[in-house]
């Protein structure tokens, strides 16, 4: 990327999977063999409330420790914080890139946020309720996130996927999420 | 209390020594540190939940479930009870730890200078969280720097990785035999504890062959050699058992070195008590504990590469603290900014400042000095306000000192 550090910045809300997808994608990357940091801004922990999580990925040793202020990409899992939350912040217009899940279009997202810099849609809605049977949308939005940066190897977060859900919610799950996930990435549209 | 009873581990003597292998694993700082308590596999852990310290011991007893270790695992009602099962459990000769935050260490005060006091090594993870009131779950150190007199040793960590590397020589500083005393090892709360980063875990052999098989000098359950620990010692005794504590916090330091000069033949990897990052020429040096010195170092970098001469001390030793050290490394440096991240309420700055002022008393050469305190409650330390650290440090070089004590980040 333009940098030395490719920041990320995940919008959700609680329960929706934003700190890990940040961590998945932190996780893929080390893999890889890159360094990198992975971490949530802590609130009122709640489901439902707003939540930001956050992804550096660098090829050397990331010692900041601060927030990310001024990301590479935003990634908005829930379309109804685009009015509460100023989630454009710190997202350069020249190379920022804002990705949004919404059922809307583009312009309907650059009117709502008044951002004029790069902006991707996908309704990742629809193909977590198709693939996992539930509006959980981060390994959709994974999906998308990869297709327009490849900021990691594409099978590489695939295989990373998979281990991290079949760890934890057994593989007909995983499965169902790496599905989501290459959907995501075969049908956004850049 | 539940005991979950399990058999004692110990080490397989038939075992051959491999060579040591570091692999790069992404964990959060609790992760790293129940890692580290994997590998020490202690005889016994005694804890209560308290965020942010809760992940550690959410991740240990994960393990303890699933039998990676031996370790007998008491779930008990308070952080009170938690440091008084680890002194009862280290009396008796075992390896025992613990792990806690703020308001949870609070509530341990009396259990946690009992443990230096009766000279147990006992080693506890301080997950650093701001002391209520108001209630706040964030980062700040006023609970570790509330125990700097409590007689534990105290080892401060810049990320996850030196904080399951402090946990690990914090086995063997506590229990060697010339110290005996419980060693606290910090990290910082949520930055630390909760932040996904790249950390180098070393191989299960070189941990256990590093920390040894422990036996206890004197352990209660020894009948054929009966001891007291903790009886009644008034005007008559108490006083020398008092001088002996503070022998053994002189002796720590030479065992410190020792310790962190074996891990650094071992791993490759040398620590110190206080760590520069372009010392050498610098002429401003910000010093700070814990995550802070990565963001610093970030603008060290940055201004040095516009020509400044400016530097990085970090402290990862404030128990026992080295005077002379502190005095050799930021003797020639012209302006220091200490950053605390903790107040001293009523005191002139904060408690790293007040060592450090005072450890530069009597020297002829010395910088001029002034204190930052920063970050209470988890406010952030951005780039910003290091750049305005260095820039006011300016003056401070040039002699216009101004006000000695300043806040950072504050709201005035």
Redesign the interface.
Known sequence: MHRDVFETRFHGRGGQGAKTAAALLAEAAIEQGKYVQSFPEYGAERQGAPVKAFTRISDKPIYLHSGVTNPDVVVVIDQTLLKSIPVTQGLSEERGLLIVNTNQGVDNVKSITGFNGRIIVIDAVKIALEELGRAVTNTAMLGALEKATGVVDYEGLKKHILKHFAYHLGEDLAMKNVNAFERAYNEVGL | MIILKRKKWRDNPYLIKIKMAKT???LTGAQCTAEAMRQINPDVVAAYPITPQTNIMHAFSQFVADGAVNTDLVTVESEHSAMSACVGASAAGARAMTATSANGLALMWEVVYIAASTRLPIVMNVVNRALSAPIN??CDHADSMGCRDSGWIQLYSE?GEEAYENTIMGVRIAEHPDVLLPVMVCQ?G???S?????AEILDDETVKSFIGEYNAQHPLLDVDNPVTYGPLDLFDYYFEHKRQQVLAMENAKRVIREVFDEFGRITGKHYDFFEGYKLDDAEKVVVCAN??A??V??VVDELRGRGEKVGLLKVRVFRPWLNNMIVEKLSRVRAVAVLDRSASFGGFGGPLFTEIRSSFHEEKEKPNIINYVYGLGGR????EQVRRVFKELEEVKNGNIGKRVRYLGVRE
């Open positions: 790069r694993r992404a779950i964030h990320n910082d949520f930055i630390t909760h932040c996904v980063e790249t995550s802070s990565g963001t170092r970030v952030e330390l951005d780039l």
